[in-house]
């Protein structure tokens, strides 16, 4: 296992982010959501949001960003400043969410087994389109033009025409695939209950092989050229070649970590431990923790939740 070293904590003090960006971190139990500037290593201001926010997504290009209450479905719009632009009841069931370019919203529909398209303000329905059992993670390919969703009662992940909600494929995956990222022309799945990461070509769905990972993964992220696993029984983040799928070790971080995401010079990464309510900051180069920030109880931040300050 690889551990962090006594040098790589004391990059605390120099400060860890150095391209200015931010991090949602919707905290659960608190009942809120902290905007961290990770230039600072601090939150810069807390949110209250009833209903046990957990998904999360960011857009850099309008400085806003979308949470969904897990318990009710509502979805809260905010600024890089923590300023409420608008609540939206998108119904019981809402849960995974991404924001394509331009603005819309890409959401799942947990109990109602279908994805839709909304307007930037959530409030106009562009398409809807009927999916598998308890559809959760939903990302973009890089173009924004094919939306995949995570299937998990089915064990499959499935792919949209993002522009009109086709389905374009469906892919097997492991057991219970729950988070999915896009990164260099494939989507990668993490299976809860088969220990794994199984890859997709993004095109065609065409299973390319799978990463072993440490005891239930959660979240995964890329950065510095290599693939990171959130593995929340083993309080892990596993680390991955992202070309010949070999894992090269694990980081020790706090308890039960869940959201990953890479920060926007592509070499460091932000977790998310909802236990140890830690926000920790990788060096995906070095392998070390180089800064960790205390935030509210409950941390999740399922979703794209870091970027650029806007």
Request: glycine share 12%.
């Given at each position: 296992?690889?551990?962090?070293?006594?040098?790589?904590?004391?990059?605390?003090?120099?400060?860890?982010?150095?391209?200015?960006?931010?991090?949602?971190?919707?905290?659960?139990?608190?009942?809120?959501?902290?905007?961290?500037?990770?230039?600072?290593?601090?939150?810069?201001?807390?949110?209250?949001?009833?209903?046990?926010?957990?998904?999360?997504?960011?857009?850099?290009?309008?400085?806003?960003?979308?949470?969904?209450?897990?318990?009710?479905?509502?979805?809260?719009?905010?600024?890089?400043?923590?300023?409420?632009?608008?609540?939206?009841?998108?119904?019981?069931?809402?849960?995974?969410?991404?924001?394509?370019?331009?603005?819309?919203?890409?959401?799942?529909?947990?109990?109602?087994?279908?994805?839709?398209?909304?307007?930037?303000?959530?409030?106009?329905?562009?398409?809807?389109?009927?999916?598998?059992?308890?559809?959760?993670?939903?990302?973009?390919?890089?173009?924004?033009?094919?939306?995949?969703?995570?299937?998990?009662?089915?064990d499959c992940v499935s792919a949209f025409d993002a522009d009109s909600g086709r389905p374009l494929w469906t892919a097997a995956t492991g057991s219970h695939p729950y988070a999915v990222a896009f990164h260099d022309g494939r989507f990668w799945t993490t299976d809860v209950q088969s220990r794994s990461v199984t890859v997709l070509e993004a095109a065609s769905g065409a299973r390319l092989g799978s990463v072993e990972t440490g005891d239930h993964p959660y979240g995964v992220g890329f950065a510095a050229g290599k693939g990171f696993v959130t593995d929340q029984y083993a309080a892990t983040v596993t680390v991955f070649d992202p070309d010949s799928l070999e894992t090269l070790g694990s980081i020790g971080i706090g308890d039960y970590p869940e959201g990953i995401a890479a920060l926007s010079d592509g070499r460091r990464l932000a977790v998310a431990s909802w236990d140890s309510n830690e926000l920790s900051i990788i060096d995906g180069e070095r392998l070390v923790i180089e800064q960790v920030i205390e935030v509210p109880d409950g941390p999740r931040s399922f979703g794209l939740f870091v970027g650029p300050d806007r």
């Open positions: 296992m690889i551990r962090a070293t006594a040098a790589g904590l004391l990059a605390l003090a120099a400060g860890a982010a150095d391209a200015g960006d931010i991090a949602f971190v919707t905290a659960q139990n608190a009942g809120a959501v902290a905007i961290v500037d990770l230039d600072k290593g601090r939150v810069r201001a807390t949110v209250p949001i009833e209903g046990a926010p957990a998904p999360v997504a960011y857009d850099a290009a309008s400085g806003r960003a979308a949470v969904i209450a897990a318990d009710s479905g509502e979805l809260t719009l905010l600024d890089s400043r923590g300023k409420v632009l608008d609540r939206v009841p998108l119904g019981e069931g809402s849960f995974g969410i991404a924001i394509a370019p331009g603005g819309d919203l890409i959401v799942a529909d947990w109990y109602g087994a279908r994805l839709r398209r909304l307007d930037p303000s959530g409030r106009h329905e562009r398409w809807s389109a009927p999916t598998g059992r308890a559809p959760a993670g939903v990302v973009l390919s890089g173009d924004g033009r094919i939306v995949a969703l995570a299937e998990r009662d089915d």
